[in-house]
């Protein structure tokens, strides 16, 4: 009886409950577009330094942000130094300048490219030609609407498509070394170096050593992974979650709670009959609260579809400069967070629903 009840009388005002789904949808929408975006940063960060080849990572001793690190302040000549110790197969040197968060420009050699990943698969186009060719991942064509041959504007001045190859090679934007080199006037000095190593075994043997020879920050990919998703979470990212998710309970509680007692209101006749027909203050609480939950429920499985429709648009839209996962981990907690802002909200309506006086009520016009 208590389900039927429900349903009629959501079913009786379909425009109210159905903008009270959707307003409880919205923030729910936010924390799980959030939330992806958040992981999704960190995967692909993740995802372009494993498409390296590369073990180990050398660093400047200042460097800071692992997303946006700028300067180059290691010699090239070092190159040749880890390239003669023990265990390492391959090196890469790396000049990084960024143009927008989490953008970055990568001068690169693409012969050490090549042997770090073991040669480099174009879907168009092919190698540098010229001073100033560039070559982007599909991601970045995509989001630019660029193809083989077309001008590219990069930090101020343009440069030639050369070549399009697949996602997560180390960066979307990759220009000549030296080119990169002399516009940063750091001639013949990198930001980082990557090493690939005969056997991925041997990694912390060789990281210790170097640890131990160099002044330089070594560290093996493990621990980048680990200093990325720190850093993505650094930058205020989590604390901006948190503030969504608090503004996400206060608007589910005014939702509710507003809607629930405006169908207080209007249902007093309503409320007066069931008490005069024996209906208890815990049954009267029951109806309104299970209304609320249920309004809590849509409006939680309303937020996730739309937030399917946040990554669409983001991968439709802007597909290399932000990345969004679907995470599923969040959906339990997105739910239990809504459902506790719509008790909070139907408590006061449904409280004062019990406490009517049935003769009142009959009476009420």
Same mark, same amino acid.
């Given at each position: 009886?208590t *389900?039927?009840l429900v349903?009629?009388?959501l079913?009786?005002?379909?425009?109210?409950?159905l903008?009270?789904?959707?307003?409880?949808?919205?923030?729910?929408?936010?924390?799980?577009?959030?939330?992806?975006?958040?992981?999704?940063?960190?995967?692909?960060?993740?995802?372009?330094?494993?498409?390296?080849? !590369?073990?180990i990572?050398?660093?400047?001793?200042?460097?800071?942000?692992?997303?946006?690190?700028?300067?180059?302040?290691?010699? /090239?000549?070092?190159?040749?130094?880890?390239?003669?110790?023990?265990?390492?197969?391959?090196?890469?040197?790396?000049?990084?300048?960024?143009?927008?968060?989490?953008? $970055?420009?990568?001068?690169v050699?693409?012969?050490?490219?090549?042997?770090?990943?073991?040669?480099?698969?174009?879907?168009? *186009?092919?190698?540098?030609?010229?001073?100033?060719? +560039?070559i982007?991942?599909?991601?970045?064509?995509? #989001?630019?609407?660029? #193809? +083989? *041959?077309?001008t590219?504007?990069?930090?101020?001045?343009?440069?030639?498509?050369?070549?399009?190859? /697949?996602g997560g090679?180390?960066?979307h934007?990759?220009v000549?070394?030296? $080119?990169?080199?002399?516009?940063?006037?750091?001639?013949n000095?990198?930001?980082?170096?990557?090493?690939?190593?005969?056997?991925? !075994?041997? $990694?912390?043997?060789?990281?210790?050593?170097l640890?131990?020879?160099?002044p330089?920050?070594?560290?093996?990919?493990?621990?980048l992974?680990?200093?990325?998703?720190?850093? +993505?979470n @650094?930058?205020?990212?989590? !604390?901006?979650?948190?503030?969504?998710m608090?503004?996400g309970?206060v608007?589910?509680?005014?939702?509710?709670c507003?809607?629930?007692y405006?169908?207080?209101?209007?249902?007093?006749?309503e409320?007066?009959?069931?008490?005069?027909?024996?209906?208890?203050? *815990?049954?009267?609480?029951q109806?309104?609260?299970? /209304?609320?939950?249920i309004?809590?429920?849509?409006?939680?499985?309303?937020?996730?579809?739309? @937030?399917?429709?946040?990554?669409?648009?983001?991968?439709t839209?802007?597909?290399?400069?932000?990345?969004?996962?679907?995470v599923?981990?969040?959906?339990?907690?997105?739910? !239990?967070?809504?459902l506790?802002?719509?008790?909070?909200?139907?408590?006061?309506?449904?409280?004062?629903?019990?406490a009517?006086?049935?003769?009142?009520?009959?009476?009420?016009?």
């Open positions: 009886m *389900g039927k349903f009629e009388n079913k009786h005002r379909p425009m109210r409950s903008l009270s789904v959707l307003l409880i949808a919205v923030p729910v929408t936010l924390i799980l577009t959030l939330v992806g975006l958040s992981s999704g940063m960190i995967q692909d960060a993740q995802r372009r330094a494993r498409g390296s080849g !590369a073990d990572i050398v660093r400047a001793s200042n460097a800071k942000s692992v997303l946006t690190q700028s300067g180059a302040a290691i010699p /090239e000549a070092a190159i040749g130094f880890f390239a003669k110790q023990p265990h390492v197969k391959a090196v890469m040197g790396v000049v990084t300048h960024p143009i927008e968060l989490p953008m $970055t420009v990568n001068g050699d693409l012969d050490q490219l090549a042997r770090m990943v073991g040669g480099i698969q174009y879907l168009a *186009g092919g190698p540098f030609r010229g001073e100033y060719d +560039v982007i991942d599909r991601y970045y064509a995509d #989001q630019k609407k660029k #193809q +083989v *041959g077309d590219l504007e990069v930090m101020g001045r343009p440069w030639h498509v050369s070549g399009i190859v /697949e090679v180390l960066a934007i990759l000549p070394l030296k $080119t990169l080199q002399d516009l940063d006037a750091s001639s000095r990198l930001s980082q170096i990557y090493l690939k190593l005969d056997d991925p !075994a041997n $990694t912390e043997t060789v990281k210790n050593e640890k131990r020879l160099t330089y920050t070594i560290l093996s990919m493990e621990e992974s680990s200093m990325i998703q720190q850093s +993505v @650094s930058q205020g990212l989590s !604390a901006f979650v948190v503030v969504i608090a503004i309970v608007i589910g509680f005014a939702v509710v507003l809607s629930m405006m169908s207080v209101l209007q249902r007093t006749r409320i007066g009959i069931l008490k005069s027909l024996g209906g208890s203050r *815990g049954f009267i609480l109806i309104i609260l299970a /209304e609320a939950w309004m809590g429920v849509g409006g939680t499985a309303l937020g996730i579809l739309l @937030s399917f429709g946040s990554r669409w648009a983001i991968q839209f802007q597909p290399a400069s932000f990345q969004m996962d679907i599923l981990g969040w959906w339990p907690r997105v739910l !239990a967070l809504t506790a802002a719509a008790t909070l909200g139907a408590l006061y309506p449904g409280l004062s629903a019990a009517h006086d049935p003769i009142e009520a009959l009476a009420y016009e």
